[in-house]
């Protein structure tokens, strides 16, 4: 889908700069502001092996989807401009995000995710099924490590590195609001260790240990620090076999909304 053609909610105009390498990332990201970050997230080409496999999974479509349109570009963060809360993921879902345009939206993943935020008092609406629904997170914001959808749900440590900028900036540009990180999965939680770290947080040593419901502060000389708390992924392999339940999801983020209003 290129950008500015009428895709509800694309950040990005024709115009919008295009990242092609590792350096163009840093570049790009180092001073943008949130908006412009989105716009520079979503038309971004720096990792050749994601962008083939992003736009192949675009044009082929999986056959129950073959009738929709396919967003095919990488996705930018979603949610409250200044959150008390950040929820970070792995990457997009080849036929969810990479098809609808918006952060777990449009798998399984994503309505577990949105179910349970919803329960907790964190989003507007149960569902997110599409960019245009009407969904809105007053206090939380989503975001992915790896902001296109990687083959087989496995981005490479080069491509992980490379789309760290997007997230180092956004981060920053919501740091003097948000309170609680919720990491999903290990790949979450190890991302949010090394951005915070590099954001001039302290991590304890020995690094701590990702778990569901595992909590960690992360300090800051002169400013205040952020609580991480481990979620598992509402992934379906997960979610089928019971390792994680609504119960327990439910049981994190309630702690993170509870963490998030307690005075200072």
């Known amino acids: 889908?290129?950008?500015?053609?009428?895709?509800?909610?694309?950040?990005?105009?024709?115009?919008?700069?295009?990242?092609?390498?590792?350096?163009?990332?840093?570049?790009?990201?180092r001073d943008a502001g949130l908006h412009e970050l989105g716009a520079g997230v979503s038309v971004c080409r720096a990792c050749p092996r994601l962008v083939r496999w992003r736009e192949?999974?675009?044009?082929?479509?999986r056959a129950s989807f073959a009738g929709e349109p396919y967003w095919g570009r990488p996705i930018p963060g979603f949610g409250a401009e200044h959150p008390s809360i950040l929820v970070v993921g792995l990457a997009p879902a080849a036929?969810?995000?990479?098809?609808?345009?918006?952060?777990?939206?449009g798998d399984r993943s994503?309505?577990?995710?949105?179910?349970?935020?919803?329960?907790?008092?964190?989003?507007?609406?149960?569902?997110?099924?599409?960019?245009?629904?009407?969904?809105?997170?007053?206090?939380?914001?989503?975001?992915a490590t790896v902001r296109c959808a990687p083959p087989l749900n496995k981005p490479t440590p080069e491509e992980r590195d490379t789309c760290a900028p997007w997230l180092d900036r956004e981060v920053a540009l919501v740091a003097g609001s948000v309170r609680v990180v919720v990491a999903l999965g290990s790949f979450g939680w190890d991302a949010a260790l090394r951005t915070y770290r590099r954001a001039g947080h302290d991590v304890p040593v020995p690094k701590p240990r990702f778990g569901h419901g595992a909590e960690a502060h992360l300090a800051r000389a002169g400013a205040a620090g952020v609580t991480l708390l481990g979620c598992y992924h509402p992934s379906q392999q997960n979610t089928f076999t019971g390792r994680l339940t609504e119960a327990m999801l439910d049981e994190v983020l309630g702690r993170a909304a509870a963490l998030a209003r307690m005075p200072r």
């Not at 909610?9 to 590792?22: C, K, R, Y």
């Not at 192949?56 to 479509?61: L, R, T, Y």
């Not at 309505?111 to 809105?136: I, K, N, P």
Request: hydrophobic share 40%.
């Open 1 to 29: 889908m290129p950008p500015g053609t009428g895709w509800p909610g694309d950040p990005a105009e024709p115009g919008t700069p295009v990242a092609t390498t590792a350096a163009g990332v840093r570049r790009l990201a």
């Open 56 to 61: 192949d999974v675009a044009h082929a479509k």
């Open 95 to 105: 036929n969810g995000a990479n098809r609808t345009g918006r952060v777990f939206t």
């Open 110 to 143: 994503g309505d577990w995710l949105f179910a349970s935020l919803h329960r907790v008092g964190l989003a507007t609406q149960a569902t997110s099924v599409h960019a245009a629904d009407g969904l809105e997170l007053p206090d939380t914001r989503l975001v």
